[in-house]
Nanobody
């Protein structure tokens, strides 16, 4: 079992930055790929970014590439999502997940409860 707790969400103006954190506990964190997904009201959950267990491999959705950066600190068993140049369309609940580091939600075994990110125009 892996327990995931997200934090760092909030309200920010367009063009601003936020850093989301996802603290993990339970099974060996360093062996898990990690991902970030988001879900806006009335929309399906969508892939944002993923990172492999070695951190050498990262994947990004085209919509966030160049603006968001995923990273991990195995010593702190935490994965981060640095979000820069935020846009109103980035507004969503952001979830972190542990499992195979792909863009497909069904490949992840564990999920956090989510943290709200709201970007005002």
């Amino acid at each position: 079992q892996v327990y995931l707790v997200e934090s760092g969400g909030g309200l920010v103006q367009a063009g601003g930055s936020l850093r989301l954190s996802c603290a993990a506990s339970g099974r060996t964190f360093s062996r898990n790929g990690m991902g970030w997904f988001r879900q806006a009201p009335g929309k399906e959950r969508e892939f944002v970014a993923a990172i492999g267990w070695s951190a050498a491999i990262t994947y990004y959705a085209d919509s966030v590439k160049g603006r968001f950066t995923i990273s991990r600190d195995d010593a702190k068993t935490t994965v981060y999502l640095q979000m820069n140049s935020l846009k109103p369309e980035d507004t969503a609940v952001y979830y972190c997940a542990a499992g195979d580091p792909t863009r497909y939600a069904e490949k992840y075994d564990y999920w956090g409860q989510g943290t709200q990110v709201t970007v005002s125009s």
